[in-house]
């Protein structure tokens, strides 16, 4: 088993030991009717050594840290230097970081030929599947403040974003089951397939809807990746 495996291996048997645990604390943590306890890595479920991981790693938004994402949810936005959730110093600095590179060092291999080996390709959609899973836990940790325009709402701002993801079909639950259908998909090997197409975009863009896809631009390589998690008819 080579390194990069080893490493996607140690997430899928960390989901499968404390997934449960992990996504119970991530939905609950920011509920209004919570009390807080210890901030636990949403990786591995330890509580020592927390440090913050950015949902988008640096080496994809280069210079465009400060630029913003937009919730669908309210509009609300926030700077990608800032979006981080938390992790352990051995998940952020080991494993993660070790994916990171690999992952860039993939998507420009794909560039330059013009092909893509099968597990490459596996891997980029493992790692496209661990961002989708960090924006869901960065909507778990989001109050949802306003709407667009509209003044602040006190009933409805102390809620996670998530939860108010499904508050018009009355199924707020849905934040924790999302959550865990992120994770049960980091454990499982078998991946559909991954669309890669050129483009001349220069700034980088990616959006989103959990549980369905995920398209991410990789301008420095002229390159763009859309996924669909389930497999369409």
């Given amino acids: 088993m080579n390194e990069i495996d080893k490493k996607f291996r140690t997430l899928r048997v ?5 997934g449960k645990t992990i996504a119970e ?3 609950n943590r920011y509920h209004p009717a919570t009390e807080p306890g210890v901030e636990i890595c949403v990786f591995c479920n330890c509580s020592s050594s927390i440090t913050r991981e950015h949902v ?5 938004v280069d210079n465009e840290l400060h630029n913003t994402m937009t919730s669908n949810v309210n509009k609300q936005t926030l700077t990608y ?3 981080v959730i938390p992790a352990c110093s051995e998940c ?8 990171e590179k690999y992952i860039s060092k993939a998507i420009q ?3 330059q030929l013009n092909d893509c080996k099968v597990e490459d390709a ?16 960065l909507d778990c940790r989001r109050k949802y403040i306003k709407y667009e325009n509209s003044d602040y709402d006190r009933v409805w701002g102390i809620f996670p974003v998530s939860m108010m993801r499904h508050i018009l079909s009355l199924k707020p639950w849905k934040a924790y089951e999302w959550l865990r259908t992120a994770q049960r998909r ?7 397939p991954l669309i890669v197409f050129k483009t001349g975009v220069r700034h980088f863009n990616f959006f989103t809807q959990p549980n369905e896809y995920v398209y991410v631009s990789c301008p420095m390589y002229n390159i763009a990746l859309f996924y669909f998690f389930k497999k369409k008819a």
């Avoid at 960390?14 to 404390?18: G, Q």
């Avoid at 496209?128 to 960090?134: A, G, M, P, R, S």
């Avoid at 980091?186 to 559909?192: A, R």
């Fill in 186 to 192: 980091i454990t499982v090997k078998k991946k559909n």
């Fill in 14 to 18: 960390n989901f499968r030991k404390h």
């Fill in 122 to 137: 596996c891997n980029i959609v493992r790692w496209l599947e661990i961002i989708d899973y960090k924006l869901q836990v």
């Fill in 25 to 27: 604390d991530v939905v």
């Fill in 92 to 99: 952020n600095n080991s494993i993660l970081a070790y994916i």
């Fill in 56 to 60: 988008l790693p640096k080496w994809l």
């Fill in 81 to 83: 230097h800032k979006a």
């Fill in 109 to 111: 291999t794909l560039d």
